[in-house]
C-alpha cells in the first residue's frame, strides 16, 4: 500500500525547485502615536514619509552634560499622528494577505515599548479595525464565494491538513449542529457589541487573482507565550470558579518538513470575518480572566493569532475537492503582538513579577540577537549558528527567517519624553532588523485540471434546471432528451390483451418483443457506454494536451520573465553606465581644465623657484664673506681673551699664595704656643672665652693686595646670627643628637612643614636635614636659602648655602687620633688630626674647600684666641 503525503504547512517547495537567489529584506515600519496631552515634551519629529528624528529631552541633556545628539532614523515607511488605520492595512497587512491567497506565508509582528500603540495597531478599536479584523474581513472577501463545506479539511495535528470526503464531512456536520455548546455561526445570532462595526462596508477590500477552480478553508488558532510558556487562549477547558486551575502549557515540535508548529494547539475552522474575529474575542476574553487569576500583566507576554488556509483543486467535474492530500496546500498568516519592550527598572516589579519580567526582556533580547546574527552572517559571509531556540518566539518562528515567507514588522513608538531612552534603544533594533535580508519564496503553481472547470460545470447545471423547468417534469429521475428520442426508436409493443385462459399466443408474443427491445437496448448502452469511454478518453487526452501545453506556456512564460528581467537588468546596467560615462567625460574635462591651472602655476613657481635659487646663491656668497668676516673677528676676540684669563689667573695664583703664607704663619704662631704648653708640663686648656685669645703677630712682610673681584666677606659658623626672620624647618624624622655644639636661631619661626603662612612672615629659611654618612655615622646639613615672593602671590625659596655638623667616635679604630709625630731632628710634632684649627673647621663648617657648586662652598677659617 503506497501512503500518500499530508497536506504540508508551512508549504516548502518541492525538492527539483529552480534556486532562487532573490531576497528581500525585512520590511520594517514606523508609527508614531499622539502625545496623551498637548503640554507634554515631545522627542520624536517626522521628518519625511520615510525619516524620524529623535531629540534628547531637556533634563536628559541636563544630567548627561549635553552629550546627546539629534539623530535620524529611516524605515520602509513612517506614519504618523494623522494615519488612520485603512492607510496602514493597505500599506503593510494587504500584501501579506494576497500572498496568503496565493499559497505564500507571511510573519507580522508590532514592537515597541508599554504604551506606544501596539494593540490597537493590531486590533484596534470599533469604527476603527487594526490590521488583524482588515486581514480576516480582505480574506473572507476574497475567498468567499469558493469556500468548502465545513470540515471537508480536517487538521491532522501533526501541522498538516486532510481531505474527507462527503460522507465523513456530512456526518461531522451533523455532529456539531447536534452539540449545543458549540455555537453556531454569528450570522445566526447576535454580534458582540465589543468586536461590532469594526470595519465599515465602504472600506471592505479583496486580492485579484483568486483561483476559482480550487475550494478553500480558514482555520484559526490562537497563542500566547508567557514567561517562556505557551498557552493555547482557544482550548476548551473546565473552569472551576472555588480553585482554579492555571493553564497547561504546550510544546514546540517540528514536522517532516521541518516546520516548527505547537503540538496540541486548537485549530478552529471558520466560515465569516465575525466567526473568526469572535474566536479571537474569545480567547481574548480568556487572556484577561488567566490574567486576573495569575495577577499578570498581559503587556508583558506575546499574543499570537495564526490564520492558516486550506486550498485544494476541484476534481475533473468541478463538483467537488479532489481527493488527493499531495495537491493540499497549506498557507498561514502569522499576526503577532510583542510585549513590550522595556527595562526592569521601569515596571517597578518586585519578586516573582520581576523575574517574569527578566524572562520577557530576555526573549526580546533573543530576537535581537538572533537578528543581529542573520546580519553578521550576511554582510559578513560567516556561518554563525542562529539561537534560535533560546526563547519560544524565535524557534516557533524560525521557518519564516529561513525563507519560509515575507517577514513585516511595524515599530510603535511613543514621542513622549519619558520613552526616549528605551525608544533609542527600539529603534536601534529597527535599524539593524532592516539589514536582514530573507529568501523570497517560488511560486508553486497548483497542478489540477484545465481551468475553468467550476464555471461550465456550473453553466452545466444551470442548463439542465433551465431545460427541466421549461418541461415542467420533476427534477430528479428526468431522463434528458436524447434518451426519450431513443427510445420511441424501438419496435412497438404487440396487442396486450388475453383473449382467455387458453391464450398461448399473446404472452409469448409480448415477451418475445420485449426480449428484442431489451436486446436494442442492451446494445444502445454498450454502444453509449463506448462512445462515452472513448470520448472520455479523448477528453483525458486533450486535457492532458492542454495541462502540457499550459505546463508548456507557464514555462516559457517564466523563461520569457527571466529574459526579461534580465533586458531590464542590463538596461538599467546600460543606462548606469552611460550615466558612468558622462559623469567620468564631465570629470574628465574637469581634470583637464585643472590640468591647465596646474601647468601654469607649475611655470609660474617654475620661475619664481629660478629667482629664488639666484637670490640664495647671492645670499649664500654674503654668507662666506660674513663668515672670513667673523672668523677673525673671533681669532681677535679669542687671543685678547686668553690674555685676560692668563692675567687673571696670575692675580689669582699671587693671592692664593698670599692668604697660604699668611695661614701658615699663624700655624707656625700656634703651633709654638702649644710647644711651650707642652714644656712647662702643662695641661693645654682650651680657651673659653674670647677675651682670653692671644691676637696672633703678624708678620712682618706687608699683606698683598687682591688683584681679583671682590670677596664676600668673611662670617661665622652660622649665617643665622643676623637679625632676619627664619623659618626654622625641622621634620618630626630628626633624631636628637645631644651634641655641644647646637645651632641656635634667634627670632625664627619652627615648625614641622613648610606652609604659606609661615614664609609670608620671613625672608629667611633652613632646612635640617640629618643623613648616614659613608662611615655609618650621622651628619646634619642645614640647608639655607632666602624666601621671594612671586609674581602669584605666593613665596618661593632660593637655596643659597649648606652646613654639614659631623659627629665622630673616637674610640672608633677608624676614626682614632693619629699619634704624634716626630721631626726629621726628632722633636715630637701634632699630627693633622691634632692641629686644634683643623678639628675645628672640620667639626664646625665642614673641611676647607670641599666641592659643593657655587652657593654651596664653605672655607675653614682660623679661630682667633683670647689674649
Not at 580 to 586: C, D, G, N, P, V
Not at 731 to 745: G, W
Request: proline content about 6%; some cysteine.
Amino acid at each position: 500500500m503506497i501512503r500518500q503525503a499530508k497536506g504540508k504547512t508551512p508549504r516548502r517547495p518541492p525538492p527539483k525547485k529552480p534556486s532562487n537567489n532573490q531576497k528581500d529584506p525585512v520590511g520594517v515600519y514606523c508609527r508614531v502615536r499622539p502625545l496623551g496631552a498637548d503640554d507634554e515634551e515631545c522627542c520624536i519629529e517626522v521628518i519625511s514619509n520615510t525619516t524620524i528624528q529623535l531629540h534628547a529631552p531637556d533634563g536628559l541633556k541636563a544630567n548627561r552634560n549635553g552629550e546627546y545628539k539629534e539623530t535620524q532614523y529611516s524605515f520602509k515607511k513612517v506614519f504618523g499622528i494623522k494615519t488612520s488605520q485603512r492607510e496602514l492595512f493597505e500599506d503593510v497587512a494587504k500584501p501579506l494577505v494576497e500572498d496568503l491567497i496565493h499559497c505564500k506565508n507571511g510573519l507580522l509582528f508590532t514592537y515597541g515599548v508599554t504604551g506606544s500603540g501596539k494593540t490597537h495597531t493590531m486590533t484596534g478599536s470599533p469604527g476603527q479595525g487594526g490590521l488583524l479584523p482588515r486581514s480576516l474581513d480582505m480574506i473572507f472577501n476574497s475567498i468567499g464565494p469558493y469556500q468548502a463545506k465545513r470540515y471537508v479539511f480536517k487538521p491532522d495535528d501533526k501541522n498538516g491538513m486532510e481531505v474527507q470526503n462527503q460522507v465523513d464531512a456530512l456526518l461531522d456536520r451533523q455532529k456539531r449542529d447536534s452539540q449545543t455548546t458549540v455555537p453556531k455561526t454569528p450570522t445566526t445570532r447576535r454580534i458582540d457589541p465589543e468586536f461590532a462595526d469594526m470595519i465599515s462596508p465602504e472600506e471592505a477590500c479583496k486580492a485579484d487573482g483568486v483561483d476559482e477552480d480550487s475550494s478553500y478553508s480558514v482555520f484559526v488558532s490562537y497563542i500566547e507565550i508567557y514567561n517562556n510558556y505557551i498557552y493555547d487562549l482557544l482550548e476548551e477547558t473546565p473552569f472551576d470558579p472555588i480553585k482554579p486551575k492555571p493553564p497547561q502549557s504546550k510544546i514546540l515540535r517540528e514536522d517532516q518538513n521541518h516546520n516548527m508548529y505547537v503540538a496540541g494547539c486548537t485549530e478552529v475552522e471558520v466560515k465569516s470575518t465575525e466567526e473568526a474575529f469572535e474566536v479571537f474575542w474569545r480567547g481574548q476574553k480568556k487572556r484577561r480572566i488567566a490574567n486576573t487569576q495569575l495577577n499578570r500583566e498581559s503587556s508583558r507576554s506575546h499574543s499570537v493569532f495564526i490564520v492558516k488556509l486550506a486550498q485544494a483543486p476541484l476534481d475533473a467535474d468541478g463538483d467537488n475537492v479532489l481527493q488527493d492530500k499531495n495537491q493540499v496546500n497549506v498557507s498561514q498568516l502569522c499576526l503577532v503582538d510583542l510585549a513590550g519592550s522595556e527595562r526592569t527598572s521601569r515596571t517597578r516589579a518586585e519578586g516573582s513579577r520581576l523575574r517574569e519580567a527578566g524572562n520577557i526582556n530576555q526573549s526580546l533580547m533573543t530576537l535581537r540577537t538572533c537578528i543581529e546574527v542573520l546580519r553578521e552572517n550576511q554582510m559578513c559571509g560567516t556561518n554563525k549558528m542562529v539561537p534560535y531556540r533560546d526563547s519560544k518566539v524565535t524557534h516557533l518562528f524560525k521557518n519564516y527567517f529561513d525563507g519560509e515567507g515575507k517577514v513585516r514588522m511595524v515599530v510603535c513608538v511613543n514621542p513622549k519624553a519619558d520613552d526616549y531612552e528605551e525608544t533609542l534603544l527600539v529603534m536601534r533594533f529597527a535599524e539593524m532588523t532592516q539589514e536582514v535580508e530573507v529568501a523570497r519564496p517560488v511560486d508553486r503553481p497548483i497542478c489540477g485540471f484545465a481551468a475553468g472547470r467550476r464555471q461550465r460545470n456550473q453553466a452545466f447545471k444551470e442548463e439542465l434546471t433551465r431545460r427541466l423547468e421549461e418541461r415542467g417534469g420533476p427534477v430528479d429521475g428526468e431522463f434528458p432528451t436524447v434518451l426519450n428520442q431513443l427510445l420511441q426508436s424501438f419496435p412497438p409493443l404487440p396487442p396486450c390483451e388475453i383473449s382467455g385462459p387458453n391464450d398461448d399466443v399473446t404472452l409469448p408474443r409480448l415477451i418475445e418483443a420485449l426480449e428484442k427491445r431489451h436486446k436494442i437496448r442492451q446494445m444502445m448502452i454498450e454502444e453509449y457506454n463506448k462512445t462515452a469511454n472513448m470520448l472520455k478518453s479523448v477528453l483525458q487526452e486533450q486535457d492532458s494536451n492542454i495541462l502540457s501545453k499550459e505546463n508548456f506556456i507557464q514555462e516559457q512564460r517564466g523563461k520569457l520573465g527571466e529574459k526579461d528581467k534580465m533586458i531590464q537588468n542590463q538596461k538599467n546596467e546600460i543606462d548606469r553606465l552611460e550615466k558612468k560615462s558622462k559623469m567620468l567625460e564631465y570629470k574628465i574635462d574637469i581634470l583637464q581644465k585643472t590640468t591647465n591651472i596646474y601647468e601654469e602655476d607649475k611655470r609660474s613657481l617654475q620661475q619664481e623657484l629660478e629667482s629664488r635659487e639666484q637670490r640664495l646663491q647671492r645670499e649664500l656668497s654674503e654668507k662666506r664673506r660674513m663668515e672670513s668676516r667673523m672668523q677673525g673677528m673671533v681669532t681677535d676676540a679669542k687671543l685678547k681673551w686668553e690674555k685676560e684669563c692668563e692675567r687673571r689667573v696670575n692675580a689669582k695664583q699671587l693671592e692664593m699664595q698670599n692668604k697660604l703664607w699668611v695661614k701658615d704663619e699663624k700655624l707656625k704662631q700656634l703651633k709654638a704656643i702649644v710647644t711651650e704648653g707642652k714644656t712647662e708640663n702643662r695641661q693645654p686648656q682650651r680657651p673659653s672665652r674670647e677675651k682670653d685669645k692671644v691676637p696672633p703677630k703678624r708678620s712682618a712682610s706687608p699683606s698683598p693686595v687682591p688683584t681679583g673681584p671682590p670677596v664676600r666677606p668673611l662670617h661665622r659658623r652660622s649665617h643665622s646670627a643676623g637679625g632676619e626672620r627664619w623659618v626654622d624647618h625641622k621634620p618630626t624624622s630628626n633624631v636628637d643628637l645631644d651634641t655641644v655644639l647646637q645651632p641656635n636661631i634667634p627670632n625664627a619661626i619652627k615648625v614641622n612643614a613648610p606652609n604659606e603662612k609661615a614664609l609670608s612672615k620671613c625672608d629667611k629659611y633652613v632646612l635640617t636635614h640629618q643623613e648616614v654618612a659613608s662611615d655609618g655615622e650621622i651628619q646634619t646639613k642645614l640647608i639655607k636659602g632666602e624666601v621671594f615672593k612671586t609674581r602669584g602671590g605666593g613665596q618661593s625659596v632660593q637655596f643659597t648655602d649648606i652646613e654639614t655638623l659631623k659627629q665622630e667616635n673616637p674610640v672608633a679604630a677608624s676614626r682614632k687620633r693619629r699619634s704624634s709625630e716626630t721631626d726629621p731632628d726628632g722633636e715630637p710634632m701634632d699630627g693633622d688630626w691634632t692641629d686644634v684649627e683643623t678639628r675645628c673647621s672640620v667639626a664646625v663648617e665642614m673641611r676647607a674647600g670641599s666641592n659643593l657648586g657655587p652657593g654651596y662652598q664653605h672655607h675653614g677659617y682660623p679661630k682667633r684666641r683670647k689674649p
